[in-house]
């Protein structure tokens, strides 16, 4: 991510679960709200996708 978030903006990360989890870890720390979601059972991969706020 190469730019700051405006305030109540929000930003999407889709990557491996373990990159996920790190960038979880680093948001919560900032005070960010952050919601892990599973990608659709019929898409390829095992992504998880990252919504914080």
Do not use: C, Q, Y
């Amino acid at each position: 991510m190469d730019r700051m978030l405006r305030p109540d903006g929000t930003v999407i990360i889709r990557d491996s679960p373990e990159v996920i989890d790190k960038v979880s870890r680093i948001a919560l720390a900032i005070r960010w709200t952050t919601a892990i979601h599973e990608k659709k059972p019929e898409s390829n991969g095992r992504e998880k996708i990252l919504v914080a706020t």
